[in-house]
């Protein structure tokens, strides 16, 4: 049966250890290609994770990846991820907003009619509104769900 090991935390032993690959491969019976598989992050043989764990004087499940709570925390960071850049599109957009107002402020002084201006003004206006409601409601939704902010 194979199982997943976790390959950074093998790699992490051996490294405390100042132990080769090799040295690893020797101590635990099995061999060299396996030793690098586990660590790429490969399925191995029970058998095989068990003479890791052996060999490091660990249990067994020190060695293996929980892959529900693995899941759980990728999904979290990613989640915290998208908040970051909905944060950052806000500000950028905010700041393309400011940017625009002044030079349409500029652009109105200098025409008899200025309506025109207005109309781009105000609907340049909804959209940043648009953007901030998405990003109060996605902050909502993350405080809700108990994320922390990024």
């Not at 191995?44 to 529900?68: C, I, K, N, P, Q």
């Not at 393309?96 to 309506?115: C, H, K, N, P």
């Amino acid at each position: 049966m194979q199982i997943h090991a976790d390959g950074a935390q093998v790699r992490r032993r051996r490294d405390e250890r100042g132990w080769s690959q090799e040295h690893l491969a020797d101590a635990a019976g099995i061999s060299l290609r396996t030793i690098q598989r586990i660590e790429r992050g490969e399925k191995a043989a029970r058998e095989s994770v068990m003479a890791l764990a052996a060999a490091f004087g660990v249990d067994v499940a020190a060695l293996t990846v929980d892959v529900e709570a693995e899941a759980v925390a990728t999904e979290r960071e990613n989640r915290s991820k998208d908040l970051a850049r909905l944060r950052l599109s806000a500000l950028i957009h905010l700041a393309g907003y400011l940017f625009g107002m002044m030079v349409f402020g500029a652009i109105g002084r200098g025409m008899d009619d200025s309506t025109i201006m207005r109309w781009a003004t105000i609907w340049w206006t909804v959209a940043i509104a648009g953007h901030g409601l998405v990003l109060v409601v996605a902050e909502l939704v993350a405080r809700h769900r108990g994320l922390e902010r990024a």
